[in-house]
């Protein structure tokens, strides 16, 4: 039973000691045996591995010592209980699942917002850092500094935006944080590991600013806090990747669904509740689906069940399944939304288990004998590609036939992975059954979908909110311009537009959009024609009928009379120059106008 311990306590006891981590390592060992680990025994090495295995539950004994020089060997310290008052209960009317996917495909009981102001929707993602040492026996540690509890900014590589070319490996970027930014003199190592000495040092190549890396997720949540002070907003939009470096700290069917984990409950705390906070923010829901991280990462059986059980005891944390709906009205303003929660993680679960071990979710190197059978979920590494490819098929085709069915104004999917990926299920949504919006994450950055990319879905408007700060971003932070390292979305929907602002760290607004329902249209500021009959027809190119809508006033919404010919400007409705006959956007006057 001591196995998975002998090997370990044995070194600790001899040469662990003189080890440079042996201080952070076994610092609990006072607490658990009265001793120094300097003084410790072989003996109250076991004791320690079996209360507190330093690097977690696979170091752990499995028995107490015989003897230890401060008995009972057998006793461990133990911390207050954060979960011992949380039972799952029914929610809106919804019992608790017996399993986590028992709802899948499920519309969440429907939500109303009254009144007649600015309606505002906060979307963020990529949010939830290392939580820092949970429990005894289970800690999410990177770096130096990071067993306090959390959140601590995941440390990972960074690129060159214009390049795309690798400008900091992972492990330079932990020496960053570990070292707190100490700069590198003459050669230095390239660790390119997951640990970090506290002699390495972080190279200028990195880009690392401590004031902003190390606390990302912090600054967008004192952003949003703040933000919400004057939006207040009615709810959030969560695309994952809620909890790093591999989700909830344990195993899918290890608990219950019926009962929620002291892990769970001190993650959620710290990472969670305690940072999302304030009057405005307070009780608003968060409509949420699991990012690739949630799952594992480079895992598959994490404890990601327990996400959907919180469902069951906060109130605001909604994942009711993988894949699901939420149905908003706004009864005072005479519109509604439909949202698709969908899960999008087949992208990083490949059907080679050895293709990029360090994040293929189906890892071949990292998953080992485990299973999630028992729950539903990926029976093991060989089956777990399939089970994904089934979970996306099953998920694709459930919001094809939502969206078919669909008669609110406005139809907005949610999910994790980043604009750009199945492009032409995304179009044919978009083209075939009116999908308005697509929000994702994923990529470490905040990124509005631009003109020519959005033709490959048919011009489906998309962004990317993958600059929550749970880790480190794409490229570094700037404060000299535009900087759209970290930070959040802020909607502003009504019944005939929806304006969106990027808002970074700094809460700066760093980008304005607006699109109309089923058009596709975006624009700085407001387009011209605001109704959705209007742009219906805009589409049909019955430039009549818009005029019928608008009144004389308007006759001119999207014509060439208005436009100067052979100019372009992304704002405009159609184009009136030689490219857009390529591109399909010609105002229906361009002939007469301009050629």
Request: aromatic share 10%; proline share 6%; hydrophobic share 30%.
């Amino acid at each position: 039973q001591n196995q998975a311990c002998k090997e370990v306590a044995t070194w600790a006891a001899t040469s662990g000691k003189a080890d440079p981590e042996a201080p952070l390592w076994y610092k609990k060992m006072k607490r658990i045996s009265g001793l120094e680990f300097a003084e410790a025994s072989q003996d109250d090495f076991q004791r320690l591995y079996f209360c507190a295995p330093p690097g977690g539950k696979k170091f752990k004994c499995g028995m107490p010592p015989c003897r230890c020089t401060n008995p009972p060997c057998h006793v461990c310290a133990k911390k207050e209980s954060v979960a011992s008052k949380m039972k799952p209960k029914v929610t809106r009317g919804v019992m608790p699942p017996k399993t986590p996917f028992e709802y899948n495909g499920m519309e969440w009981p429907k939500m109303t917002i009254k009144g007649t102001g600015e309606m505002h929707i906060f979307a963020v993602g990529d949010w939830g850092g290392l939580a820092g040492e949970i429990t005894d026996s289970a800690m999410i540690i990177q770096y130096l500094g990071g067993e306090r509890p959390g959140p601590h900014t995941m440390g990972r590589y960074r690129i060159d935006e214009k390049t795309r070319e690798g400008i900091c490996l992972s492990g330079e970027m932990i020496n960053c944080m570990g070292t707190k930014g100490k700069k590198c003199t003459g050669d230095y190592d390239k660790l390119g590991a997951s640990l970090v000495s506290p002699t390495k040092c972080c190279p200028h190549g990195c880009g690392y600013t401590p004031e902003v890396d190390v606390r990302a997720q912090t600054l967008v949540a004192k952003q949003m806090e703040a933000r919400a002070k004057t939006s207040k907003p009615d709810y959030i939009l969560n695309v994952g990747d809620n909890f790093y470096w591999g989700g909830i700290d344990g195993k899918c069917g290890e608990t219950p669904m019926s009962t929620i984990s002291e892990v769970t409950a001190t993650q959620f705390k710290w990472i969670f509740e305690n940072m999302y906070s304030g009057p405005a923010l307070d009780g608003k829901p968060w409509l949420s689906v699991l990012g690739n991280h949630d799952w594992g990462g480079r895992t598959f059986f994490s404890a990601w069940d327990q996400q959907i059980a919180y469902t069951w005891v906060s109130d605001r944390w909604i994942l009711p399944a993988v894949y699901w709906m939420q149905h908003v009205e706004y009864p005072d303003l005479d519109f509604s939304v439909d949202f698709y929660m969908t899960d999008s993680n087949i992208v990083d679960a490949h059907a080679d288990p050895g293709q990029d071990p360090a994040s293929n979710i189906c890892s071949g190197e990292f998953n080992g004998d485990e299973s999630c059978s028992s729950v539903g979920g990926p029976p093991d590494r060989k089956g777990c590609h399939s089970w994904f490819q089934k979970l996306w098929d099953e998920g694709a085709e459930w919001v094809t036939e939502k969206l078919k069915k669909s008669t609110s104004d406005w139809q907005i999917l949610v999910t994790h992975f980043p604009c750009g990926h199945e492009e032409p299920f995304y179009k044919k949504l978009h083209e075939d059954h009116g999908l308005d919006l697509l929000v994702t994450g994923h990529t470490h950055k905040q990124q509005w979908w631009e003109e020519g990319e959005r033709k490959r879905m048919g011009g489906l408007p998309c962004f990317i909110t993958g600059g929550g700060g749970g880790i480190v971003s794409e490229s570094p932070p700037d404060r000299t311009s535009h900087d759209t390292a970290y930070g959040f979305y802020d909607l502003i929907i009504s019944k005939n537009i929806i304006n969106i602002e990027s808002i970074n760290w700094e809460g700066k607004t760093v980008g304005k959009w607006s699109i109309k329902p089923d058009s596709g249209v975006t624009s700085e500021a407001d387009a011209l024609a605001n109704s959705h009959d209007s742009i219906s027809a805009l589409r049909r190119g019955d430039l009549t009928e818009i005029q019928n809508q608008a009144g004389s006033s308007k006759a001119s919404v999207g014509s060439c009379k208005v436009y100067p010919c052979g100019t372009y400007a992304s704002d405009r409705m159609c184009q009136c120059n030689d490219k857009c006959s390529k591109y399909a956007n010609c105002c229906t006057d361009y002939a007469e106008q301009c050629t």
